[in-house]
């Protein structure tokens, strides 16, 4: 199919929850590409917009404010912030940042319902939902929490987000209850308005499976799936009191569904930008429903189905709005081979990163490019982290562009040298790089960021190996006209990587445009041969990346280790005690202090140990325990260990057990063996 040719483009990144900060895996999923798209369009000098904004309701903001004792407004207000700015540190070239707590926002999405609605495009029905008596409120799917029915984890009632993924409904899950209360829910009838998506089924299909066959596999596939189901209406509206209010009659109550108002945030952040500097911009329609226009929304893996199925249908039942020309969605990314999560605090958050590595904001670009899940599901870890930057931006990048400029400042006084007569492996290496931007351009335009990048570093590899195949310091003594060839090559490649890396590295390529004494590069001059005049001078030279050392690392690495001994502590929660019993019915218990003489693995068994114990009776006492798994046998020979000793026997593995040695149960499950303070006579009795 031949690609249409369009005249602008509308960049959307997908609007974070404004109920916690953004971390590695929001950046290397949506914001680090989408970025470096923006920034490349920017650069060929094709008129772009690139739209962002928080995302402000829905049920996680209402969560944190239950448990933090605000109002979502204030929870909201925090956290928009703190995105925003750290957004700004980060150099994500955002033309708006804004957000669906706006005026503007809530006009504009309850205007595109109620269109939808008057034309008759939503259906209402009424069923049942979970109701939590004790707050006498209708839960959401977020609300209520259980056991996922097919991998047995707990789960929202939406999705099973710490185990299987699988997207779920309220009444799916085992055991269901209310995450603010514990209650058990009841259902009960409610009224709501749904998109009837079954009824754009076929154009779905025909739009995204015959049409946009060149979506990334994972975008395509995931797409197919739920088209080769039936699709079910969806509901748009919620009984909540945060959001947007439903703007029809007999709606008390109720407000839009999130993933209804979210996406609208694009174009009504779009028209706020518009209405501040129409001079600029033009209208908000020309980005939105100008069929000249080419739209690209950038998305995790997570917000597939809302961005490629839910929210065309919303544009198209609408009428007028164009739809998605492409929606590169990555993978998910890990963290230290754990699984990234906001409610456990496994993360590397941007606003802590900015200040913990100051400076230091394209080294975790170039990271994050360098590890993109763009086709599977990769791994963020601090080695890595520190490894990318030592052994490729210092010792490749920064090590290259520091050999040219200082051989050029000892030699010329920082004065860019001519170039002479060339020889074989001048005329190789310029020819290697020639290319350099039909590559790089060819990557990028297929979403391909991580190659595209490779691209860009591999001119920085040409470079080292030209001037230590050179040896221009050998060759000064004996052929200074020589010498300045070199250096002259080696220069124009230093300023193909200023523009090589400018959609990656910004920070990195004004800082050495800075070195080269030069305000600006086009894009158009990538690969070129004359980007810097014999003549020139250059400014002093510095280095361009420092390396990071252990101790840094390992501060990153201890703020996670007592992150998880956080979470594992938080976790713990003892067991409900049980029933009341009598002091009569303890006293039937014979509780004692057994001396371990020997301790030792049951053969063919993984879980018993065999103890033989002295109880102070004069004859040894043998009692199998099940706890193998936690103990190591060798350890308990000589101990002190409580048992009970007027259990019946039992026979086990052919063997008989006289008693049940006592342990108990830390958070982890583990089995611990229980004894006393200080050594008593076998056969003491514990009351």
């Known amino acids: 199919m031949e690609q249409k040719q369009f005249k602008r483009t509308t960049i959307t990144a997908a609007l974070p929850y404004a109920n916690g900060g953004v971390h590695i895996g929001h950046l290397a999923g949506v914001y680090v590409p989408a970025d470096i798209y923006a920034r490349y369009l920017r650069l060929k000098k094709q008129e772009v917009v690139f739209i962002g904004g928080s995302d402000e309701h829905g049920v996680p903001v209402t969560q944190r404010a239950r448990k933090e004792g605000i109002t979502p407004q204030d929870v909201v207000d925090r956290y928009h912030k703190i995105i925003k700015d750290s957004f700004e540190k980060f150099g994500i070239s955002f033309d708006i940042y804004s957000r669906t707590t706006s005026d503007i926002h809530h006009k504009f999405a309850a205007d595109f319902f109620r269109k939808l609605y008057d034309d008759g495009k939503l259906v209402e029905q009424t069923t049942k939902q979970f109701y939590d008596e004790k707050t006498g409120k209708f839960l959401t799917d977020r609300d209520v929490v259980g056991e996922c029915p097919y991998c047995h984890k707990q789960a929202y009632g939406n999705q099973c987000e710490e185990g299987c993924g699988r997207a779920l409904e309220p009444t799916e899950l085992i055991n269901p209850r209310s995450k603010e209360t514990g209650e058990i829910p009841v259902l009960k009838d409610t009224k709501n308005w749904y998109l009837p998506l079954n009824e754009y089924q076929e154009w779905l299909k025909e739009w995204i499976l015959e049409n946009h066959k060149e979506w990334r596999p994972n975008v395509y596939g995931q797409c197919k799936s739920w ?356 002091f009569e019915d303890f006293e039937k218990l014979d509780i004692r202090v057994g001396h371990v003489k020997n301790c030792e693995k049951v053969k063919k068994s993984k879980k018993l140990l065999q103890f033989t114990l002295d109880d102070g009776t004069g004859e040894d006492r043998t009692i199998l325990s099940g706890i193998a798994e936690w103990n190591n046998p060798e350890d308990l020979v000589g101990k002190q260990v409580l048992f009970v000793a007027n259990f019946a026997p039992r026979t086990m593995m052919g063997m008989e057990s006289q008693g049940m040695i006592l342990s108990a149960v830390d958070h982890d499950g583990s089995l611990r063996v229980t004894s006393v303070l200080r050594e008593v006579k076998p056969g003491s009795q514990v009351g």
């Open 227 to 582: 088209l080769d189901m039936d699709l079910q209406p969806r509901a748009m509206t919620r009984d909540l009191d945060w959001g947007i209010p439903v703007p029809v009659a007999d709606a008390e109550g109720k407000v839009l569904y999130v993933w209804f108002d979210a996406p609208i945030g694009y174009i009504s952040n779009t028209k706020e930008l518009c209405d501040k500097e129409p001079e600029k911009w033009g209208s908000w329609e020309k980005w939105w429903q100008d069929d000249d226009t080419r739209l690209v929304h950038f998305i995790g893996k997570d917000n597939i189905v809302f961005h490629c199925l839910i929210f065309p249908v919303m544009m198209k039942a609408h009428g007028k709005y164009i739809m998605p020309d492409n929606v590169p969605s990555n993978e998910f990314l890990n963290l230290e081979n754990d699984k990234i999560s906001t409610s456990r605090n496994w993360a590397v958050w941007l606003h802590e990163y900015l200040e913990d590595l100051p400076g230091k904001q394209d080294v975790l670009r170039y990271v994050l490019t360098a590890n993109a899940p763009e086709s599977k599901d990769n791994n963020f870890t601090w080695k890595n982290f520190q490894d990318n930057n030592n052994n490729e931006l210092v010792a490749i990048y920064g090590n290259f562009v520091n050999r040219a400029l200082q051989l050029t400042k000892k030699y010329w006084g920082g004065v860019v040298p001519a170039c002479g007569e060339l020889t074989e492996v001048d005329s190789a290496t310029l020819n290697e790089f020639k290319d350099v931007k039909a590559k790089v351009e060819e990557l990028l335009d297929t979403f391909k960021f991580r190659d595209a990048q490779k691209e860009a570093m591999n001119l920085a590899r040409i470079g080292n190996r030209y001037i230590t195949e050179c040896e221009p310091w050998k060759v000064w003594k004996t052929d200074p006209k020589r010498v300045e060839t070199i250096l002259n090559i080696s220069l124009q490649l230093v300023a193909n990587l200023a523009i090589a890396f400018e959609p990656f590295l910004p920070f990195s390529s004004a800082k050495l445009r800075g070195m080269l004494n030069i305000e600006t590069f086009e894009w158009e001059q990538l690969g070129q041969t004359d980007l810097i005049k014999a003549g020139h001078q250059l400014a002093e030279p510095e280095l361009l990346f420092e390396k990071i050392e252990d101790d840094t690392i390992q501060a990153q690495l201890d703020k996670l280790e007592a992150t998880k001994k956080a979470n594992e502590a938080a976790a713990y929660k003892a067991e409900p005690i049980k029933p009341i019993v009598s």
